[in-house]
């Protein structure tokens, strides 16, 4: 009985992989993918850009091969990545965050790039302008830089009194500059002073809350960086033991047990993508289509989080939330 299972076993992995096979032979494109963060972590805005090209008309499996690369948080990966991407010959990559796209934008200028979650990528030198990007490159810009002032406000809105502000961001991220030149004049404008604490891998951020603690912070507004979104757990469960209150740029941290946050919806930026995605195999030339601005921001509160914290969330903040978590 066991052989006889062994053998089944051998047959239906043989089935399965030649129907893998036969799959990738009959699909009409292949696509490169290239993402800074956690597959685990990442699977639901994955997810969400696949299902942006089945409603263009491109099923995976069926209509292209999508060939995954993941940096898990280590950014020094990417370019490497990139290399092996573009040494696949694909008819097309697309790049999740700033690093991963500067790496595919260095890598290659020739097969088209869409990226996603890019803040400035005038400024990156991904492309020569977000009207008429000029290059093998455009996508799905996400403001954050922009979005973070509305963070700070959030925060002070939530936590009035707070005078110790602290600003959790990644140090040597390409976008973090833009990030800190915004924010800063966000703060200078309310006349709020605040001290910036970077980490640079996961692990650092246990070090950072304990600085945090110690300098009895009153208030933690966090970046939107990739290294943060895939952190999600570990800042909910560091803030709450901290007793310190967080407002960042992504609802899943929020969810994970954060005060609040303010920021683009991530999930919708990444199904508008699959439609450039799927605009670009059909003959345009991604250096004639604009770059598109994400505006469409959400505010998201935990009440749960607010009331260990003993915060008293107003009934006008209630309201105005686009998200309650209770």
Not at 46 to 65: I, P, Y
Request: net charge positive; with cysteine.
């Amino acid at each position: 009985m066991n052989r006889r299972r062994a053998v089944l076993a051998m047959t239906s992995v043989g089935l399965l992989g030649a129907h893998r096979a036969l799959a990738q032979q009959s699909a009409r494109y292949r696509i490169g993918y290239l993402n800074g963060g956690t597959p685990k972590v990442q699977t639901e805005v994955l997810q969400t850009m696949l299902l942006g090209l089945k409603e263009a008309g491109l099923v995976r499996g069926r209509d292209f091969v999508l060939e995954e690369r993941w940096g898990r948080g280590d950014y020094d990966r990417l370019p490497a990545f990139a290399d092996e991407l573009v040494a696949l010959k694909p008819d097309l990559i697309i790049t999740v965050g700033s690093p991963a796209s500067l790496a595919a934008a260095r890598a290659t200028q020739t097969i088209p790039v869409v990226f996603i979650n890019v803040s400035n990528p005038v400024d990156l030198g991904i492309v020569k302008s977000l009207r008429q990007p000029g290059r093998n490159v455009t996508g799905i810009s996400n403001v954050g830089d922009q979005v973070l002032p509305k963070g700070l406000e959030l925060g002070m809105t939530l936590v009035p009194k707070a005078t110790r502000i602290g600003l959790l961001t990644q140090r040597d991220d390409v976008s973090v500059r833009q990030h800190l030149k915004t924010f800063d004049a966000a703060a200078k404008a309310r006349n709020i002073r605040y001290t910036v604490y970077p980490v640079e891998h996961q692990f650092d951020l246990k070090r950072a809350f304990d600085e945090l603690h110690q300098a009895r912070v009153e208030l933690l507004i966090i970046t939107s960086q990739v290294l943060f979104f895939n952190s999600a757990k570990e800042l909910g469960a560091l803030s709450a033991a901290a007793g310190i209150p967080a407002v960042s740029g992504f609802r899943v941290i929020t969810e994970a047990g954060c005060l609040a946050s303010y920021g683009i919806n991530t999930p919708l930026s990444h199904r508008k993508a699959g439609v450039y995605v799927a605009k670009i195999l059909a003959g345009n030339n991604p250096g004639e289509m604009p770059v598109e601005q994400a505006t469409e921001a959400e505010m998201v509160i935990n009440l749960k989080a607010a009331k260990a914290l003993g915060i008293t969330i107003p009934n006008e903040m209630r309201l105005r939330a686009d998200a309650i978590i209770d």
